[in-house]
């Protein structure tokens, strides 16, 4: 989750009332933020990423105001009009899509907002932005920049510009491949033979979203302007990053001024952004009432919600609600029923047991689940737990498996875990591969689910679970494995058999299909040297992998 480190300090300053570390703690606990630490002067707290508004100090200054019952529900927001013109080519409608700006003014940034306003940034490219691919912001001082501005692509050697964090001018190519930021995020414009830039009137680059922006326009301490852009490839999600922005910057007492958007091309039309509105919504006080459990009046749910920085009031027996432009978490009615629960205090209701006319029972799948757990106990195995995600090298080159994964992750955080296991029993092999230096015999087993490619599916897998286990050791055999699967398959009443077949991961001839009424729910032998030396094994391992949904278990 986004984490937050709240200078007690710096929020008595923006609440207008000295506070303790434990008066934060405990205001921040009351919003539902996760408190990780107290220290002198400083709370370390987490929140939810639904909540993408609670990211700077200023933000949560808003609603420690409401808690305390400084400030009820919400100020108006409104962006005044400007000349301020974006103009928006073609040419970047298959790099980066769409775009959204605004301008602040009015403003004396210090060195302590602008570290806010980053982390802020940062926060709201991970939650809403997808680390930058969906939605990427760039600050910048208004000054030096002179609209009108261009939005478009360029190619990767065509412009040259300073970064941020570097001292010469670099064609976007050599940022992408030079640029530690630029390293960092080039794999979000891979496969693009351009760039998307933001040029001003006379031909400055602004940004080259979402990697960086130009060092002509970084925002520094004593700044009473910002220009904020925000690119991305989904409108709505620019448009509620945007607003979390600017109304931040309007707390910490700027104005905000709207920029006319100019798409050009096939796309042509105008729109001004941002758009401050705020959303209206209708709660019933009944339906509130029987969800929270505690009987309410209009006028409590009224107060409830401002307290939460809503604006509320009642008419004709129903709670008319005004949800602010950052509210970017406002959904469903239901929202706001967590919302007057907050404003109420969690600790204000008074916990039931819910009446329930029996007693819970176990899935049919978790008690045959403990059953299998028991019998390999029972037998000498000893359980792993293995990630879903997986290495393909690992699981098919290294198993001497011609074919590729077929649930592939894009792009991985990671070259070792680049897709998911369609089989239980790699993962073993490299458990023993860990273990190679511990005594012998070795003998594990794994129960646990694999993705499977269905593409009747609306998500296009299936998740199926499997049973693997094997057995290391200098005279590890077909015959040892066999008595082991012979008893699993008594324990759990499946009438299978064995038919000879050959697999490329086990030796030859000494290998065998698990058969249930013609149909193959399983494998099992001798491992392959060639695998065993892949994953680095030394000693001789048989094993058994069961599908139990095509052996009808589950």
Not at 148 to 154: D, F, M, R
Not at 190 to 198: F, L, M, S, T
Not at 439 to 466: A, C, I, K, N
Request: charged share 25%.
């Amino acid at each position: 989750m986004p984490a937050l480190s709240l200078s007690v300090e710096r929020v008595s300053r923006l609440i207008g009332r000295d506070l303790t570390p434990k008066d934060v703690a405990e205001l921040s606990a009351a919003l539902g933020l996760s408190v990780e630490e107290v220290v002198e002067n400083e709370v370390r707290v987490e929140y939810n990423p639904n909540r993408p508004d609670f990211g700077s100090h200023v933000s949560l200054a808003r609603y420690f105001k409401g808690l305390l019952g400084l400030e009820l529900g919400s100020k108006r927001y409104t962006a005044l009009s400007s000349d301020i013109r974006v103009q928006v080519e073609e040419s970047v409608e298959k790099v980066r899509p769409y775009i959204v700006c605004a301008v602040v003014r009015s403003l004396n940034l210090s060195e302590e907002d602008i570290a806010d306003l980053i982390t802020l940034q940062e926060d709201l490219h991970w939650v809403l932005g997808r680390d930058r691919r969906k939605v990427a912001i760039g600050l910048h001082d208004n000054t030096k920049v002179r609209p009108p501005l261009t939005y478009k692509a360029v190619g990767l050697t065509e412009i040259s510009f300073i970064p941020l964090g570097a001292y010469r001018e670099m064609t976007p190519l050599q940022i992408l491949s030079e640029h530690p930021t630029g390293r960092k995020y080039s794999w979000i414009l891979e496969g693009k033979e351009a760039a998307p830039i933001i040029l001003d009137s006379r031909g400055n680059v602004l940004s080259f979203p979402p990697i960086i922006n130009g060092s002509l326009t970084e925002l520094r301490p004593q700044a009473n302007e910002v220009f904020i852009d925000v690119t991305g490839t989904d409108q709505k999600a620019i448009n509620q990053a945007l607003n979390i922005i600017v109304t931040t910057l309007v707390d910490l007492g700027g104005k905000a001024y709207k920029t006319l958007i100019s798409y050009q091309g096939r796309r042509r039309r105008r729109v001004y952004t941002p758009d401050l509105s705020p959303s209206r919504w209708v709660l019933d006080p009944k339906w509130a009432s029987s969800l929270i459990g505690v009987e309410l009046t209009s006028r409590e749910i009224v107060k409830a919600l401002r307290r939460m920085r809503l604006n509320a009031k009642a008419r004709g027996g129903k709670v008319l609600a005004e949800v602010p432009p950052y509210r970017v978490d406002i959904l469903h009615p239901v929202d706001l029923v967590e919302e007057v629960a907050i404003g109420l205090g969690y600790q204000s209701l008074e916990p039931l047991l819910p009446e329930t006319t029996g007693e819970g029972l176990l899935l049919q799948s978790t008690r045959i689940s403990s059953l299998i757990r028991v019998v390999m106990l029972g037998l000498g195995f000893t359980e792993v737990v293995n990630t879903t995600l997986s290495n393909s090298q690992r699981d098919f080159a290294w198993m001497r498996l011609k074919t590729e994964p077929r649930v592939k992750i894009l792009n991985p955080i990671s070259a070792l875990y680049d897709s998911l296991r369609e089989l239980l029993s790699p993962g073993l092999l490299s458990n023993l591969a860990l273990n190679s230096k511990n005594p012998y015999p070795q003998r594990l087993f794994e129960l646990g689910d694999v993705l499977v490619r269905d593409d009747s599916l609306p998500e296009r897998t299936r998740r199926e679970m499997h049973l693997a286990f094997v057995t290391c050791h200098s005279g590890a055999s077909f015959s040892e494995v066999k008595a082991v699967l012979e008893e699993i398959l008594l324990h759990l009443d499946i009438s299978a058999g064995l038919e000879a077949r050959e697999y490329p991961f086990y030796i030859p001839g000494r290998s065998a299909a698990v058969m249930k009424e013609g149909v193959e729910v399983g494998f099992i032998g001798e491992i392959h040297p060639e695998v065993l030396e892949n994953f680095g094994v030394y000693m001789p391992v048989a094993g058994c992998e069961l599908n139990l949904r095509l052996a009808g278990v589950l």
